[in-house]
């Protein structure tokens, strides 16, 4: 199955957000239209790790920068700046996707992972897969679905994740640990009811 692999913040976004910080007032010594350079991509797959919506994770970027320049003169006192636009940016995609049902995120975002170029039957199926381990992933508890999608995030170590969700390292690889082993065996239980569902229509064909 063809991924899409990372997703980049799209560059006419960059540009409008360069063109806004090159005419915001220069008060601060941290230079904005950098800051937009470096974090905007991460900060985006970020958001897209809860919203799962292109339009929808950029918004929620462009809030963040918002945020960045009402306090951009505080700016230079934050120790981790990094750390501290990710846990921004995580909370507002959070805040954002409890006013939109999953249903709105999920199957677009399945269909855009599918190879343009696989046949229609192998299309289907891995949709279908896609489709369950997004659910499935819903279906976590919330801790362990966060610390989840956070560390699908290649750029975000451990420490960083445990920085955002406010818990130790070792609990965060707990959660992990939890995650990873519970979405393995509920997935392993999806592909063993479909196997029996499709066993039992061609019986009874």
């Known amino acids: 199955m063809a991924s899409s692999g990372r997703l980049d913040l799209p560059s006419h976004w960059e540009r409008q957000w360069d063109v806004a910080f090159v005419s915001a007032e220069a008060a601060s010594e941290t230079d904005l239209t950098a800051l937009v350079q470096t974090y905007s991509a991460l900060l985006f797959r970020v958001a897209h790790s809860i919203l799962r919506n292109r339009a929808e ?40 996707r409890r006013r939109i049902r999953p249903d709105q995120l999920d199957e677009p975002f399945a269909d855009s992972l599918i190879s343009r170029t696989a046949p229609a039957d192998q299309a289907l199926s891995d949709a279908r897969q896609i489709s369950a381990t997004l659910r499935e992933i819903e279906r976590l508890p919330k801790p362990e679905r966060h610390a989840l ?10 420490s960083e994740i445990s920085t955002i969700l406010h818990r130790s390292e070792s609990a965060v690889r707990a959660l992990l640990f939890r995650a990873r082993t519970r979405l393995r ?6 592909d063993r009811l479909e196997k029996h569902e499709r066993l039992e229509k061609g019986t009874s064909a």
């Open 185 to 190: 065996e509920r997935l392993e239980k999806h």
């Open 57 to 96: 994770s950029e918004d929620v970027v462009q809030d963040v920068f918002l945020r960045v320049l009402e306090h951009q003169k505080k700016l230079p006192a934050i120790l981790d700046l990094r750390v501290w636009l990710v846990r921004i940016t995580w909370n507002l995609a959070i805040d954002r």
């Open 149 to 158: 999608l956070l560390s699908a995030i290649d750029e975000l170590s451990i």
